[in-house]
């Protein structure tokens, strides 16, 4: 008798530890359905709001592909990241394609700036073949209106060809941050990729572009006010990189070369502009200061014109960029050469 009172006192001990048992995971099963809409937002902003592909030193990597995308992409990004320009100082972009060490790097990046628009013919190609499912490639000239290749103000459309070989035909004129606003809006689109890779530091991000967005805007002041007191419109250059400058400020191209400036014209061209320079009293002839200038200079000799660099900042010299030459220092420089040119 004694054995089975107590052999009931273990089993209801026994159930009481259960129910109490059952009534604890109750209870935790009741907060964890309480808090699970909270975790799932949090999962949401972290995984979709912002990428988290900081690196050691809690900078993002940051490759661009042609020099004016690099000096964008460190003006917005400051000291949160880490740029790596993958065309070498004094490099014409047109010319160049990147080697499998460049593509290697570019595949452990976590964002990739380029133009578009045509001025990068490798990068299609180039992203299919990276498997890196977290590399954020951003366009920048997307919400550009283009203008065409052939549109390019008295330009000879001549680009058949280019140093390697390859064709290189373009439908529209690539260069389109020689306009200040369009440069407006490939540094807004280099500001919101940033934002969306680093979130955390987006009030940074957007304080760069609004300083420098405000310089824009006082350049182009700047180039509207001295176009409006030019005593002629019209630019000899080298070749017919200058569509989207000329279209701002009321100027006109009369170019030797196509879009690419990297074949050289034939004799009737030669000739057609040497007559033009004669006939028109043209002061100077541009070169771009990358590409070869003796085209120009002949012309010079033969008309008595000099010559001068107009930078369709495609790229710059070591020795600029050891100077700190950026976007706004030579866009100030073409202002200069232009006035003395067209005053």
């Not at 993958?86 to 990046?109: F, R, T």
């Not at 549109?151 to 459309?157: C, P």
């Not at 690539?174 to 990729?193: C, E, G, R, S, Y």
Request: charged residues 30%.
């Amino acid at each position: 008798m004694f054995a089975r009172e107590q052999t009931l006192t273990e089993n209801m001990e026994f159930t009481d530890e259960r129910i109490e048992c059952c009534k604890t995971k109750k209870k935790y099963k009741n907060l964890f359905a309480a808090f699970l809409p909270v975790l799932l937002v949090l999962f949401l902003l972290t995984s979709c709001g912002s990428v988290d592909v900081k690196n050691e030193d809690g900078k993002i990597t940051v490759y661009t592909s042609f020099y004016t995308m690099y000096d964008f992409a460190l003006k917005i990004g400051g000291d949160k990241v880490n740029v790596v320009n993958m065309i070498p100082p004094g490099m014409e972009p047109h010319d160049w394609e990147p080697s499998p060490k460049d593509i290697a790097g570019l595949s452990e990046a976590d964002l990739f700036i380029y133009s578009g628009a045509g001025m990068e013919g490798w990068v299609g190609k180039v992203l299919e073949s990276i498997k890196n499912d977290n590399l954020i490639a951003v366009e920048t000239s997307k919400e550009i209106t283009l203008e065409s290749a052939d549109h390019a103000h008295g330009s000879h459309d001549g680009d058949t060809g280019h140093k390697t070989g390859h064709s290189h035909v373009h439908e529209h004129d690539p260069h389109v941050w020689l306009n200040p606003m369009n440069a407006k809006l490939q540094m807004k689109a280099i500001k919101d990729a940033l934002i969306r890779v680093d979130a955390e530091n987006s009030r940074y991000y957007e304080e760069n572009y609004e300083y420098y967005a405000g310089k824009l805007d006082e350049l182009d002041k700047k180039y509207r006010e001295a176009a409006a007191s030019f005593s002629r419109k019209e630019i000899v250059v080298s070749h017919a990189a200058y569509g989207y400058l000329c279209s701002a400020y009321g100027l006109k191209q009369v170019a030797l070369e196509g879009i690419a400036g990297s074949s050289e014209p034939d004799a009737a061209r030669m000739a057609e502009i040497t007559k033009y320079v004669r006939d028109n009293d043209i002061r100077v002839i541009f070169y771009d200061g990358i590409s070869s200038s003796k085209v120009a200079e002949a012309i010079a000799r033969e008309t008595g014109a000099k010559t001068e660099i107009l930078s369709p900042l495609e790229g710059i010299g070591a020795r600029d960029l050891e100077e700190g030459k950026d976007y706004f220092a030579i866009m100030e420089q073409n202002l200069k050469v232009l006035t003395d040119a067209l005053k």
